[in-house]
């Protein structure tokens, strides 16, 4: 017997939410606004539904559902390029929002999408698929300080927690190698932009420009450039 479980999530308006979700590439199954409002979407095997409540404020909103999937990088590059073209960025900070793929502390883990509704779409590797565990010795000391940050301020939307263990982490390992200082310091300033800390966030990235890498490690650490790139052009000239 095959069993299908269907959330039902909440937003203050059915506008909100529906333009959004077709960025992700969601499909809109069914909308109604009489007797109430109510719209489906899907994507694949993801399903999907939405109610409208008045006055709904989505800062307060507990919705929340997990999304297990093969490929969380396939999919978040997919998310962000629909985001790009509808919107013309990937949202970062406020509501909505979305996180970047990172190792969460214990899992290899995945991202977090906050739609405008204020719902957490949090989408995870399946078990089978997920073998990257604690991280490499090799990526060093900061590596466990990242995925300790991102069970913090990913996973459980506390920011401040994030911050603090990032600070911590960068003055407790200084002597670090620039390519392992440069992950964590990208993080801290995704997370002080998402508090709403433009200059610590401009003076983190400054920090981070300045780093000297080899060629081989700027190639590891493509996505790492490309974010900060992303963040800096955030910030304006």
């Known amino acids: 017997m095959s069993e299908t479980v269907i959330p039902l999530l909440p937003c203050r308006q059915l506008d909100d939410v529906l333009p959004f979700y077709r960025a992700l590439g969601f499909d809109v199954t069914y909308r109604q606004e009489r007797p109430n409002p109510y719209a489906a979407v899907r994507r694949g095997g993801v399903e999907l539904h939405f109610f409208g409540v008045p006055g709904f404020d989505p800062e307060q909103s507990m919705g929340s559902v997990v999304v ?10 997919a998310f962000a390029a629909g985001l790009r073209a509808a919107f013309g960025k990937v949202p970062v900070s406020g509501i909505p929002r979305m996180t970047r793929p990172r190792r969460v502390q214990g899992t290899s883990g995945g991202f977090v999408v906050v739609d405008p509704g ?96 080899t060629e081989t490690e700027r190639e590891a650490l493509a996505d790492d450039l490309a974010a900060a790139t992303d963040l800096a052009s955030r910030l304006g000239p």
């Open 68 to 77: 297990v999937v093969q490929d969380t990088g396939a999919l978040h590059a």
């Open 118 to 213: 204020g719902n957490w779409v949090r989408i995870s590797r399946r078990k089978e698929d997920d073998d990257a565990g604690e991280p490499d010795p090799a990526e060093g000391r900061l590596a466990r300080v990242i995925a300790a940050a991102a069970r913090q301020a990913d996973a459980r939307g506390d920011v401040a927690a994030g911050v603090k263990l990032l600070e911590t982490g960068l003055a407790r390992h200084a002597a670090a190698p620039p390519a392992q200082r440069l992950p964590a310091l990208v993080y801290l300033a995704e997370l002080r932009l998402r508090a709403g800390d433009r200059d610590a966030a401009a003076a983190l990235l400054a920090e981070t420009a300045a780093l000297e890498l």
